[in-house]
């Protein structure tokens, strides 16, 4: 992940509320990566229509991964087993923040009934204002705006974590 990218995986709701009995506003890392999140009936091929609305595709480095945009950029990954979807994954470059790329995501989301889950976490809704602020109080948007202080505070974190 590049310092300007902004990370997020698309989980569906039902899932959600199957594994929770509500939609929380908050998966841990934990539950995230223990759970099987894709058990729904989005298929690869009716995706890989609607991103390729918004992004070019990009040549996969596997077998059972779609990607569509570009390596530092805005990107979206499918992974995949058979034709069953494994993994949704979303990055976004803050250097230029594309309103278009982000409503494309908001329209695919709410159109499969997905969640927006950022890397911190939280769950929201599929909106592009909920999305704009995640981004704007993100690390990556730090970085953007100031580099270098940017830089700075993290080897001050650093450096008092190791004291």
Known sequence: MAAWQFDLHLLPT???VRRYGVV???ISSED???TNWWSSNVTVDCLATEFSAIL???RSWSSNLRMWGEDDGNRVDVGFRDDSITEIFVRVDVRVLSTVFLTGIVKIARQHYLKVRPSNGRLLS???RQLMEEIHSSPAFRFVKD???YLTALEHAT???EE
Do not use: G, R
Request: aromatic fraction near 10%.
């Open 14 to 16: 039902s899932t959600i």
């Open 24 to 26: 929380p506003i908050f």
């Open 32 to 34: 995230f990566d223990s």
């Open 56 to 58: 070019p595709p990009l």
């Open 126 to 128: 599929p909106t592009l």
């Open 147 to 149: 580099p270098a202080a």
């Open 159 to 161: 450096h008092s974590e």
